[in-house]
């Protein structure tokens, strides 16, 4: 496979890739990383579909541990 790009080739493949953590939830859970200010939410995965109105929830928001 070629990849013919002009992006360098650091930005394609990052040298150091986060793990994602999970933190269970009420009816789901949710995916994201440990900051130092707090675990920080990238995906919310939930079979309620009223979790996904709440902002604690939201992409980005930290949450404090």
Known sequence: MFLWTIEP???????SISQNI???????YLEGRMTPEGFSVSR??????????????SPGHIRKI
């Open 9 to 15: 080739f650091s930005s394609i493949f990052p040298a």
């Open 22 to 28: 999970t933190m269970d939830i009420e009816n789901g």
């Open 44 to 57: 919310l995965v939930s079979t309620d579909l009223k979790n996904y109105l709440k902002s604690e929830y």
